[in-house]
C-alpha cells in the first residue's frame, strides 16, 4: 500500500510540475510588427524578476501587467528598428557593458579584471549580476543590446529634438553647488609599468626584464624608447594614471598593499623586479598627485583636459538626452502599438491567473 501511495505521489508531483512548465510556455501577446514574436509566461517572469532583485520586493499583478506591458513595447521598438536596418556590434554592447562596470568599481577594468577581483572574493561576475539584475553576464549583454538598439532608433527619429536639449550655465552651477563634496581628487599614481613574459624560456625573460630595467635606471633608455621598442622586442610597457584604489591596483595586476606602498615613494622610484607566474615586471613611479576638492575650473583628474564645468555640462546635457529619449521612446512606442501589430492572447481573468504566480 505504501509503494503504491508513493508512487501515486511521484504522479502528483510530476504532474504538478508539468503544469507549471505548461503554464511558463503560455502565450500572452504577440508582436507582429515586422515578424510574429510572442511573449510567453517565461519570458514575464525573468523581466519581472529582475525588478524584483532591483526593487527588493515582488510585484503586484497590476505591476506586472505594466511590466508586461513594456515588453509588447520593446519588441515593436526594437522590431521597427530591425525594419530600419538599425544594429549594434557586439563590440559597442561590450564596451558600455565594460563602462557601467568600471563605473561600479570607480575604476576602468577589462572584464578579466574584474572577474580576476571577484574571484578573489570569492565570487564572480555572473553571481554578483545574477544576484542583482536575476541576469547573467550573457543574458545582461542581450538586454543591453536590445536597449542601445532600441535609443539608437529612437535618436535617429527624433535627432533635430535630442540636439537641442542643452543644460543652462545656470543648472551646471546649481549641479555642482548641490554635489560639491562629490567634486574630488582620490590619491593618484602615475605608474611606467614594463612586463616580460615567461613563455617557454624563463631565463631569457628574466634576462630581458633585468637588462631594461639596469638601462632604465642608468638613463641609457626612456620611457618613451622602452614603450616604442615593446611590440617589436616582445614585451610590453606602458604609463598611466591610476587611483590609490583597491580596483586602481587590480588593474595592473598589484595588491592594495603594494599601490599604497608606491604611493609613499618619491617621484622616480623604481621597484626591484616581480615575479609572478607568467611574467617579469618592474614598475616606475613617474608621478603622484594627492587628492584635493575640484572647483569648476579645475580639471576632473590629472593630465585631462576636461574642466568639471565641462564635465557637469557634457553629464546633463547627456541626462536631459536621455530623459528626452526615454519620453520620445514612449511616444513611437505609443504610435507603433495598433490592433493589427499586437494581438492579446490572454485578457481579464484568463491574464490575471496566469500572473497569479508565487502569491
Known amino acids: 500500500m505504501k509503494k503504491i501511495i508513493s508512487a501515486l505521489s511521484i504522479l502528483l508531483l510530476a504532474a504538478g510540475m508539468a503544469f507549471a512548465q505548461s503554464n511558463d510556455l503560455q502565450v500572452l501577446t504577440i508582436v507582429k510588427y515586422n515578424k510574429s514574436e510572442s511573449i510567453t509566461v517565461k519570458q514575464l517572469k525573468t523581466r519581472c524578476d529582475t525588478y524584483e532583485k532591483q526593487l527588493g520586493q515582488k510585484l503586484t499583478i497590476e505591476q506586472k501587467k505594466q511590466v508586461l506591458s513594456a515588453l509588447v513595447d520593446e519588441k515593436l521598438v526594437l522590431q521597427a528598428a530591425a525594419k530600419a536596418g538599425i544594429s549594434i556590434p557586439d563590440s559597442t554592447v561590450d564596451q558600455y557593458f565594460m563602462q557601467a562596470m568600471s563605473q561600479s568599481v570607480g575604476a576602468v577594468v577589462t572584464e578579466k579584471q574584474l572577474n580576476d577581483l571577484l574571484k578573489a572574493q570569492n565570487t564572480s561576475l555572473d553571481a554578483e549580476l545574477l544576484k542583482q539584475t536575476g541576469m547573467n553576464v550573457a543574458d545582461y549583454k542581450v538586454f543591453l543590446k536590445n536597449q542601445l538598439i532600441a535609443q539608437q532608433y529612437v535618436i535617429q527619429l527624433r535627432q533635430e529634438q535630442i540636439q537641442a536639449v542643452a543644460p543652462t550655465d545656470a543648472e551646471i552651477r546649481a549641479f555642482y553647488e548641490g554635489n560639491k563634496a562629490s567634486f574630488v581628487w582620490p590619491d593618484y599614481v602615475k605608474l611606467f609599468a614594463v612586463g616580460v613574459r615567461k613563455d617557454s624560456n624563463p631565463d631569457a625573460a628574466k634576462n630581458k626584464i633585468n637588462e631594461l630595467r639596469n638601462k632604465y635606471v642608468d638613463k641609457k633608455l626612456t620611457k618613451e624608447q622602452i614603450i616604442a621598442q615593446s611590440t617589436a622586442e616582445g614585451y610590453t610597457a606602458s604609463e598611466g594614471i591610476l587611483p590609490k584604489t583597491e580596483a586602481g591596483a587590480a588593474q595592473i595586476g598589484l595588491t592594495y598593499q603594494s599601490i599604497l606602498y608606491i604611493y609613499e615613494m618619491e617621484k622616480?622610484?623604481?621597484?626591484?623586479?616581480?615575479?609572478?607566474?607568467?611574467?617579469?615586471?618592474?614598475?616606475?613611479?613617474?608621478?603622484?598627485?594627492?587628492?584635493?576638492?575640484?572647483?569648476?575650473?579645475?580639471?576632473?583628474?590629472?593630465?585631462?583636459?576636461?574642466?568639471?564645468?565641462?564635465?557637469?555640462?557634457?553629464?546633463?546635457?547627456?541626462?536631459?538626452?536621455?530623459?528626452?529619449?526615454e519620453q520620445a521612446a514612449q511616444v513611437v512606442a505609443d504610435e507603433l502599438r495598433k490592433p493589427e501589430y499586437v494581438e492579446e492572447k490572454k485578457t481579464g481573468d484568463a491574464l490575471d491567473k496566469l500572473l497569479n504566480w508565487g502569491d
Do not use: C, H, W
Not at 272 to 287: K, N, R, S, V, Y
Not at 291 to 297: F, P
Open 268 to 325: 622616480g622610484y623604481v621597484s626591484e623586479i616581480t615575479e609572478t607566474d607568467e611574467a617579469f615586471i618592474f614598475l616606475a613611479l613617474t608621478d603622484k598627485y594627492a587628492a584635493k576638492i575640484l572647483s569648476l575650473s579645475d580639471i576632473v583628474q590629472p593630465e585631462s583636459t576636461t574642466t568639471v564645468y565641462e564635465y557637469i555640462r557634457q553629464n546633463l546635457a547627456s541626462s536631459k538626452a536621455q530623459a528626452y529619449i
